[in-house]
């Protein structure tokens, strides 16, 4: 059961992919429900299993597989997003349900396949099952068979291709299988009734008695042709009329049906030309015509295949033609012909080509007497003719006309005559016929009676294809006696309709004819006619096919056939409402409602439900219903089940009946009560959103909200606006009330409560989305704090769309209601500004106000103009009536004072806003005053008035502007000033109007004079306005219009004129309408679109025709469909480049994590990338972009990267969004040889990088894999120019992307071929490790340099010197350690470097400038992007170090670079700046013992880190360190996120992993706050116990979470463990804890934890430590021993699990640690102890070990070293009753031989090695055999031989010995302090630091500096206690390191560093004459340190 509850806790999605089956189960079941209750097919929450739906139909279990089936089918009928899954799902049904024994899993699975190709996937659905035929299992074949055949007959042969059925259809015939045999044949049958004998040729092939079965089953077939039955979602709206067309015109149906398929579409195209004899070429042209008939008959052979594959066939047809023309045998000749006839036929449309160089030949022959040759030259003709039009053969035949031979005319004649049976009146141009008929007229007049027959013939023909009235005119001068004999001819003619009967056929054709005109003509009038609503009758004289503009209006308008008014009731009695209720429903129902046993309350909800469910709309008495329900308990009850049910039926009734607002009113109050429930708010809100569709929104709304905050329950406020907030997303906002809302959300506001606030905030958010930015405007009077949430709230919402509604009133109107919403939007959408209340001010502009402000003191008017602002500023909107305002105003405007001008200009400005769209009607009176004031000569009034014009313009649009002559007007006016800014304005407003009115004309006359202006400005402002006039008025309209000035003017001007002609800018598309969807029209408005660079449109205009790439009209009348097509087109490129898709790039990383889609890593791109590409970009990308960027014409691909270069700002965060798909689109280009889009590329990539830094936008490691390796293909391109910018590019990379990082990348790139790419990534490594150090290079630095050194020896000179250069670099940094690094190098290439080194030295010491300053890095903050799309930078390296390093290649300091000095202060800036000086604190020094008490994490100074870590997986560790860091932060808060952030990690299992590494950290950093907890927080009294509490909780939260799962607690190291079981224990121990309630649950939080930390730790570590703890206890006196005993109950725990865990645990570490305490704590120590437990505990432990393991516990003391040291070994072999090993014994007794050496031959051993370590000839070798000294006697005490020595001689020799330690146990040496990364992170174990060293080193340091008192050289006492001795640094084996010992080597590491830096700087000589005094310096330098440190006490004094 415990598994149950874990998965049954999970989502739904999370449950489908569980590895139990039963979750599985039970996820598909809850996702089938889902599937069928969203309404809405674009929600969001479809795409959550867009990934899983394939593994729903491909589930292993097969009870679990049909629910999943179940589910799947669901999903895809209700799904928009659904068709993406197509592909994979069917291929998963073919392969994994097919063969399924269940007949209900095969069942759903045709199902599914089914509903795919009714959403328009029936192409994918059959390539799937096309390619499951293929599959050996049978069940799988005869399943796919016989899904095609349902789907052939339920879509019909239009939907489904049948070629590629047919295709394979022969071979299913083949089958062992009879099962596949027998569905095979029901297929061919299925297929027959529709193509009819189009199958038969297709069929031939299989077995003549299965084709003989098959001819008797066709047989029986009926004649009337089969009919679709089901319909694609596209054709749902027609099907009505289908059904009603298919009674009317069945017989015209049936035609078409059989002719719809052609039998040449089914078959295989056969490749003759291959198959040709090899010297056919030869045989044709031999003189012997028995080889030329060989030949021949190879051709007609192969030309009899009825499809011929595409070729080349000019040599075969020309060798054809040629016996045709010349052969004299007349046989060889009618064989070719039928050769020409078969290619003719088998090629057909592609024959064409040929068709003209064959007929004329044919036409020729004709003279050919023989029936035979006559005959397979007609035939041959008629076929070519099939392959081409008439127009094309009517210069032959014309040319034959004429000619002598009677045979020849004749035969022509004829072959116009079956020619024109083939025609219709579209394909026969009365162009041709006129010629033809011409000719023809001739004929008739012919001698030879043939002749004449054929000419009437085929001019009968004419006549009845196109009509007596089209022939008649071209047969004016033929008597009537011929007239007759054409029309008796005209009447003998069949035309082509069908071969069964072709005179209904012709019929049928004269009735259609006859039809058409009128039809035509109604079609006409249809489109001209303005829309109507569709609710009548179609019209008869439409004709049934309905095409035209009103079908397709009605088709867009979805129906609603619901009646307009709201539905009213009056309010029913109890009694009546009773008797109504007893009438549907139970009557044990209605006696248990008020039971007081709550289990009958239960049962009669249930029935309530059932009865509710199973009603009729019409019969449910919906008051009645819910009065019941309100009936007592009614909303009071306090069983929450019986509650939930209640308010479930609720929503019910309001769903299925016809609910009133009566009904609303009576449960609204209960809900609302309810809301904030956290058992049944969500039942409360579903019942809330039932009713909003019931009675609107707006009034739901209304009451809900007046209803909630009558209460005082918070909890229901903040719910209730919750709720509301996404209410208005799924309704819309059409009709809201904001009036009735803004009050309340000022409440909500104000409350004190944070919750409520927050929701107030959230639906303020919601609202902005539709309002935009007028709904700041009610909360201007806010505090600060919360105007800035606002503004935070709002900014977030920004450049978002209004989501798709999703719900609509059930009584929302009919279609009147949607036109009205349309025509508003039409309108520009102001209905929103329109929901503002507006005051009316108009009774405030008083007369003796308009007196003020005409008053002749200026002060007076002042005040005037003070009151005015102040009531517009009061009143926030106002109505457009204001009095005597605007003639008042617009005297002020041109006031003499300019202060009042630029006061009066406020305050229009200030109407501006608060009018609104009102403000039009002012444009006249005061906006032209405005321009007015744009010729004042002062600058600062100029700049007010256009800022104030510019706000007008935006409220009014521009129309009523240019309306009228006013602006003229204006522009006569010869002021320079008001010119040039009029027409700057005109400039830039200009161009973005789709269309002026034609006054705009009456401004050119005065244009022209600006362009003559004596101003230099003005003429400039002209010239740039010019192109934008003539993109409205035309060219031609303005060339017109300088006829009127002078002759030189003219000139000027037409010459300025071309000139702008070439650079007008094209016009911008009309807004797409979106289905009329709100909220995106009201965004499109609210945000104006950026200009569309695309090709001109033509606006049907005269001078439309000369603009370069415009849609020029060659036709005068059809000129508006090219148009508009060419209008729709730029629409399309006048919206956002990019579309902002949330997570859209995480999910694309996630599907490539699971290997769902191809990596991005190839050598070349192949198609199946490309394709990849394409697919992902069609969902965030502009069509026409995407169209572009691909397309084969690279200056396409060109245009379309110079229209994103200019949108790169404007749509930075959608570029963002779609960053990885951009950078995917780049590298393809890399892989071109086009240097122009290259350079291109390049150029924006620059552009990108740059808009990326700034926007401090980070690269996931996604990206920049999937685009760094390729970019440094090009760094090795041949041109200088590429290279250059490839590097620029990978310098600005460094910004956006770890040097570290980009280091590998350019290590793969020294591996290349390309001996230039080699070269230059080995220049940039030097680079990178010249700017960043040695931390760059990955994964090591000795690996790397050795690879680099490789190089070195490289065959091209310039890879040779790179390499050298870039170890020249290293050397530079890290000094001669560089030879160690590179390892072993050839005589010849070593010589080369230190040669090359040589030199650099040199140059440096040379140039040595005289002081380099050193940047301080500072961490950047570590932002989230809203959309959580955006990884921000976090701590990195400063890349303007790299640009240092490019630009200046040569350093200037000595071998070793200085630490940066971060800590280091500078006092000469100190001193003489006094200010800082005062605001030092005093200097304390500090003891080392400090170190050791709790440490307060100082609040850090960042803002942190977003709580939504769901894109951590593709940060970097940086993030999870700093995190990390956050939890031990003195600041409770911030640590209570950072632990939330982690904890949101922990609980998701594929997020967890990113913990792995940093375990130790994490539980390091956890301690820490629970110390600072412990020691200071409870200490603090003014705190709040609920937030320590609070903090409490998260950690031991975090903590469980941890520790449940194995793997990662398993991580946990054992000195960790030790602290963390301290601190835990200590908290139990806490008396301050147990006092509170919630102290009591921490307790039992502890208890539970402690339990989990002994599980699921390491078990070795864990018995490790716990003994270690005891230890510790043991020692410690002053110890709790109550703590020792809680240690000694975990070790016993421990110890009855051992018999599981005796497998895993390491035997030598716990016998060790044994040992240590019995060692300190022999057996008769432990016995004196207060309590014997601690004994009993090691001897349990012991006896248990040996009790599991045997004898074989004797191997595992290898880590005891001296095993006569304590009793382990003596007590173990008793335990076993095994006597003494001998090499065991022997071991003893030397270890015995050795303790018992003599102290004095020890003493003198040590002095003789101490005496060569103090001789320089002799220091190694004592070194060297003091460590092996040491060695052999472990015990040795050296504290006397080093007390007397100095620190510096004692610091030495712990160096060297460390060193030796190192180098003899295979360690790496300990890293040159320049070296030391800048984060100071080391990589060794922990465990394996010694942490007595690092703390004695410290003290040294401390000593050195003079922060400790040096009584040590005087070798007091004082030191030998306080130092511990430096033997312990000599021991073998490590010391156990717990976590704050780690912290304390780190900062003694750290400390250190620095401080052998300071010495090396100190060091350096400044001038030649102290260079001797290097060893003086550091006490030289302390001196002076000490005494400026004294003088700025002093000063601060």
């Known amino acids: 059961m415990g598994d149950d509850s874990e998965w049954m806790k999970l989502p739904i999605d999370q449950k ?107 192409e994918v659905v059959q390539d799937a099952l096309l390619k499951g035929l293929e599959n050996k299992n049978p069940k799988i074949v005869v399943a796919c068979i016989e899904t095609l055949r349902k789907a052939l007959s339920e879509f019909g042969s239009k939907i489904v291709t049948l070629k590629p059925v047919v295709k394979v259809l022969s071979k299913q015939f083949e089958s062992r299988e009879k099962a596949v045999r027998d569905e095979a044949k029901l297929l061919a049958v299925e297929i027959y009734k529709w193509i009819r004998d189009a199958l038969r040729p297709s069929l031939q092939t299989i077995n003549s008695v299965l084709l003989k079965e098959l001819e008797e089953e066709w047989v029986k077939l009926p004649s009337s042709p089969p009919k679709q039955s089901r319909f694609l979602r596209s054709q749902q709206d027609l099907k009505a009329k289908f059904q009603q067309q298919a009674q009317e015109e069945s017989g015209e149906e049936e035609e078409e049906t059989v002719a719809a398929v052609d039998p040449y579409e ?39 295949n009825p499809k011929l594959e595409s070729g080349d066939y000019g040599d075969l047809v020309r060798a054809l033609k040629k016996v045709v023309g010349k052969d004299a045998n007349v046989m060889l000749v009618s064989m070719a012909a039928k050769c020409l006839a078969g290619l003719a036929t088998g090629l057909r449309k592609k024959f064409g080509t040929y068709a003209g160089q064959v007929v004329p030949t044919i036409l020729e022959k004709f003279k050919e007497k023989k029936p035979q040759v006559v005959q397979a030259l007609q035939e041959a003709i008629d076929a070519i003719f099939l392959t081409t039009t008439l127009q094309n053969l009517s210069e032959d035949v014309l040319a034959v006309m004429d000619n002598k031979n009677p045979s020849i005319k004749q035969q022509a004649s004829l072959f116009l005559a079956r020619s024109f049976r083939h025609c219709t009146q579209t394909t026969l141009p009365k162009s041709v016929l006129k010629l033809l008929c011409a000719a023809l007229v001739k004929q008739v007049n012919d001698s030879a009676p043939e002749v004449r027959d054929a000419a009437f013939e085929a001019l009968g023909t004419a006549m009845k294809v196109v009509g007596e009235k089209a022939v008649n005119p071209h047969l004016a ?230 209803l909630a905050f009558a209460q005082k329950n918070p909890k229901n406020q903040a719910e209730t606006l919750n709720w509301l907030a996404n209410a208005m997303k799924e309704f819309g906002f059409a009709g809201i009330n904001v009036k009735g809302f803004i009050n309340n959300v000022k409440t909500a506001l104000g409350a004190t409560n944070p919750a409520v606030r927050t929701a107030a905030i959230t639906l303020l958010s919601v609202m902005y989305l539709y309002m935009g930015a007028p709904l700041r405007m009610f909360f201007e009077n806010e505090k600060p704090a919360l105007l800035s949430q606002i503004d935070a709230a709002f900014e977030k919402m920004q450049g978002q769309s209004p989501p798709a509604t999703t719900r609509f009133c059930k009584k929302a109107g009919n279609e009147d209601e949607c036109d009205n919403a349309e025509e508003q939007e039409e309108e520009g959408g102001q209905d929103i500004m329109d929901l503002l209340p507006r005051t009316e001010i108009s009774d405030k502009i008083t007369y003796d106000l308009v007196s003020k402000i005409g008053d002749k003191n200026w002060k007076i008017r002042k005040e005037g103009l003070d009151e005015v602002a102040a009531i517009i500023s009061e009143a926030k909107f106002i109505t457009a009536n204001i009095g005597e305002l605007p003639l008042t105003l617009k005297g002020r405007l041109c006031d003499s004072n300019k202060i009042l001008v630029q006061q009066s200009l406020t305050i229009l400005l200030q109407l501006a806003t608060a009018m609104g769209p009102g403000l039009k009607q002012h444009v006249k009176t005061l906006g032209f005053p405005i321009i007015s004031v744009l010729g004042d000569s002062k600058s600062n009034v100029r700049a007010a008035a256009m800022a104030t014009l510019q706000a007008w313009v935006e409220q009014t649009g521009m129309k009523e502007w240019l309306e009228g002559d006013d602006l003229a007007e204006e522009l006569k006016k010869e002021n320079p000033f008001l010119r040039q800014e009029l027409l700057g304005w005109l400039a830039d407003k200009l161009p973005t109007l789709r269309s002026v009115p034609g006054d705009l004309m009456g401004c050119v006359p005065q244009l022209y004079a600006c362009l003559e202006d004596r101003n230099g400005d003005v003429r400039k402002k002209a010239q740039d306005a010019l192109p934008t006039f003539m993109m409205h008025l035309g060219y031609d309209k303005m060339n017109k219009a300088t006829g009127k000035l002078k002759t030189t003017s003219k000139d000027q001007i037409v010459v300025m004129l071309e000139k702008a002609r070439a650079v007008m800018p094209a016009k911008p598309a009309a807004p797409v309408k979106t289905g009329g969807e709100k909220g995106s029209s009201e965004t499109s408005r609210a945000a104006p679109r950026p200009q569309a660079v695309s090709e001109d449109v033509c606006d049907n205009k005269p001078e439309a025709k000369k603009i370069k790439g415009g849609v020029a ?94 949108r790169l700002e404007s749509e930075s965060d959608a570029t963002i969004s779609c960053l990885d798909l951009i950078l995917k ?244 800036m100190i001193e003489q700046d006094q200010i800082r000086v005062n605001e030092l604190p005093d200097l304390v020094q500090h003891k080392l013992d400090e170190l050791l008490e709790p440490i307060v994490i100082p609040k850090p100074k960042m803002r942190s880190i977003s709580p939504h870590l769901d894109d951590l997986h593709n940060s970097t560790a940086s993030t999870i360190n700093f995190v990390i860091s956050q939890v031990a932060s003195g600041d409770i808060n911030t640590s209570i996120q950072a632990l939330a952030q982690i904890d949101e990690v922990l609980w998701q299992e594929n997020k967890a992993e990113v913990m792995s590494g940093h375990i130790d950290q994490f539980l390091i950093a956890t301690i820490m706050q629970l110390r600072l907890i412990y020691n200071t927080h409870m200490a603090d009294d003014r705190l709040d116990k609920k937030v320590i509490f609070k903090l409490y909780s998260c950690i031991l939260g975090n903590m469980l979470s941890l520790f449940s799962l194995e793997s990662l607690a398993r991580e946990a190291s054992m000195g960790v463990l030790k602290d963390l079981m301290h601190g835990l224990i200590t908290l139990l121990l806490d008396n301050r804890v147990e006092v509170s309630e919630e102290g009591q649950q921490v307790i039992r939080s502890v208890n539970l934890l402690v339990i989990k930390v002994l599980e699921k730790s390491d078990q070795t570590n864990m018995i490790s430590a716990l003994l270690v703890m005891l230890q510790d206890t043991l020692v410690s006196t002053a110890g709790s021993p109550t703590f020792s005993d809680l240690v000694l109950k975990c070790l016993w725990r421990l110890i009855r699990h051992l018999p599981e ?14 040992h240590n305490i019995m060692k300190v704590f022999p057996k008769e120590k432990l016995k004196q102890l207060k309590t014997d437990v601690p004994h009993r505990t090691l001897k349990t432990l012991l006896h248990t070990l040996c009790k599991l393991t045997g004898a074989k516990i004797l191997d595992h003391l290898s880590m005891i070293e001296n095993r006569n040291e304590s009793e382990l070994e003596a007590y173990l072999r008793r335990v076993v009753k095994q006597p003494g090993i001998l090499f065991g014994i022997k071991s003893d007794r030397g270890n015995e031989k050795e303790d018992g050496m003599p102290k004095a031959k020890a003493r003198d051993d040590l002095s003789e090695i101490f005496k060569k370590i103090g001789s320089r000839e002799n220091t190694k070798e004592g070194l060297t055999e003091l460590y092996e000294y040491k060695q052999k006697c472990s015990d040795v005490d050296l504290e006397p031989f080093l007390k007397t020595t100095s620190p510096f001689f004692q610091s030495y020799v712990e160096r060297g010995l460390r060193m030796i330690e190192s180098e003899r146990e295979g360690k790496p040496r300990i890293q040159n302090p320049a070296v030391i990364g800048q984060h100071g992170t080391d990589n060794s174990n922990e465990e394996d630091l010694k942490p007595a060293a690092y703390y004695e080193r ?21 030191e030998t206690q306080q130092r511990a001795p430096l033997s312990c640094l000599l021991s073998p084996k490590p010391s156990v390191a717990s976590s704050t010992d780690m912290l304390h080597s780190k900062l003694s590491q ?48």
């Open 16 to 122: 489908c992919e569980h590895k139990v089956w039963k979750a599985r189960l039970s996820g598909y079941e809850e996702a089938l429900q889902l599937f069928n209750r969203i309404d809405d097919d674009k929600s969001p929450e479809w795409g959550k299993y867009l990934g899983l739906i394939r593994k729903f139909v491909t589930e292993s279990n097969a009870v679990a597989q049909l629910k999943g089936l179940e589910a799947a089918l669901a999903y895809v009928e209700n799904a928009h997003v659904a068709v993406k899954t197509t592909g994979d799902v069917v291929s998963g049904v073919v392969t994994k349900v097919f063969n399924q024994p269940k007949a209900r899993a095969k069942e759903l699975g045709t199902d599914i396949c089914l509903m795919y190709i009714e959403i328009e996937k029936a």
């Open 1898 to 1918: 410290l003290k040294i340091l401390r000593q050195r500096q003079g922060l400790e008192n040096t009584r040590s050289i005087s070798g007091g006492d004082d």
């Open 477 to 706: 001068d033929l008597d009537k006696l011929k007239l007759d004999k054409i029309k008796e001819s005209a009447d003998k003619v069949e035309l082509l309709g069908g071969k069964k009967d072709a005179g209904g056929s012709g019929a049928v054709v004269k009735k259609a004819a006859s039809k058409a005109p009128p039809a035509a003509e109604a079609q006409t009038k249809s489109s001209a006619a303005p829309k109507k609503a569709s609710s009548g009758a179609p019209s008869k004289s439409a004709g049934p096919p309905k095409k035209g503009k009103s079908a397709s209006a009605s088709s867009a308008k979805p129906k609603k056939t619901v009646e307009s008014k709201d539905f009213t009731e009056t309010e029913l009695s109890i009694e009546v409402c009773e008797e109504r209720a007893a009438e549907v429903l139970p009557a044990s129902c209605l006696e248990q409602l008020d039971s007081a046993n709550w289990k009958e309350r239960l049962a009669s909800m249930e029935e309530f439900q059932r009865a509710v469910e199973t009603m009729d709309k019409m019969a449910m008495p919906c008051q009645a219903l819910v009065k019941m329900l309100a009936k007592k308990p009614g909303w009071k009850e306090t069983n929450f089940q019986v509650m939930q049910m209640k308010l479930h039926i609720v929503a019910l009734i309001a769903q299925k009946g016809q609910f009133s607002k009566t009904s609303a009113s009576v449960v609204l109050d209960g809900l609302v009560d309810k809301v904030g429930d956290v058992k049944c708010g969500g039942n409360a809100k579903e019942g809330m959103t039932a009713i909003g569709e019931a009675c609107s929104l707006t009034w739901t709304a209304e009451q809900v909200v007046s």
């Open 1225 to 1468: 689109w780049f590298t393809l280009r890399f892989f071109d040889t086009n240097t122009t889009v290259l350079m291109k590329v390049l150029e924006y990539l620059k552009m990108l990088f740059a808009m990326l830094d700034r926007e401090n936008y980070h690269l996931t490691e996604y990206e920049a894999n999937s685009f760094v390796p390729y970019l440094l293909l090009k760094v090795g391109e041949s041109k200088d120019v590429v290279r250059k910018d490839v590097r620029a590019i990978l310098s600005m990379l460094c910004k956006v992307y770890p040097a570290s990082k980009i280091f590998p990348f350019l290590m793969d790139g020294t591996k290349s071929k390309n001996s230039k790419q080699r070269a230059e990534c080995l220049e940039e490594l030097g680079c990178l490790i010249e700017g960043y150090g040695m931390n760059v290079c990955q994964p090591t630095p000795a690996k790397c340099l050795k690879e680099i050194a490789v190089h070195i020896g490289d065959r091209d000179t310039s890879v040779r010197n790179a390499a050298l250069n870039t170890v020249v670099a290293v050397y530079n940094v890290c000094g001669d350690q560089v030879y160690k690094l590179i390892g072993n190098l050839s005589e010849k290439d070593m010589s080369m470097l230190e040669e090359r080194i040589k030199r650099s030295s040199a140059k440096r010491t040379a140039a040595a400038p005289a002081k380099q300053s050193v940047n301080e890095r500072s961490p950047k903050d570590h932002a989230a992007n809203p959309n959580g799309t955006l990884i921000r930078k976090s701590a990195q390296e400063d890349p303007n170090k790299l640009n240092q390093a490019r630009q200046n290649a040569q350093h200037s300091e000595s071998s070793h670079v200085p630490f940066p000095k971060v800590f280091q202060l500078d006092l000469d």
């Open 266 to 304: 089914l078959m295989e195209a056969v490749d003759i030309l291959s198959k040709l004899p090899k010297d056919f070429y030869d045989k044709i042209e031999a003189k012997k015509w028995q080889e030329r008939k060989e030949a021949l008959e190879a051709v007609e052979s192969l030309s009899k």
């Open 1113 to 1206: 009209a060659k036709k005068s009348a059809p000129t508006k469909k090219p148009a508009a097509k060419g209008i729709k087109d730029d629409e399309d490129r006048s919206g956002a480049l990019f579309i902002l898709v949330p997570n859209a790039k995480e999910q694309r990383i996630k599907e490539e994590k699971q290997l769902k889609i191809l990596k991005w890593n190839f050598t070349t791109p192949r198609d199946e990338y490309l394709e990849q590409l394409k697919t992902q970009m069609s969902t965030c990308f502009a069509k026409w972009l995407q169209d572009e960027l691909f397309h084969l014409d690279f200056q396409r691909q060109v245009k379309a990267i110079s229209v994103m270069s200019e």
């Open 1950 to 1997: 750290l400390k250190e560093s620095r401080e052998l830096c300071q010495q090396e700087h100190n060091a350096q000589p400044r001038s030649p004459s102290n260079a001797h005094t290097r060893s003086a310096s550091p006490a030289a330098n302390l001196g002076d340190l000490k005494k400026r440190l004294e003088r700025i006490k002093n000063n601060r004094e």
């Open 1701 to 1714: 865990t005796i497998n895993s645990i390491n035997l030598d570490r716990i016998l060790f640690d044994v």
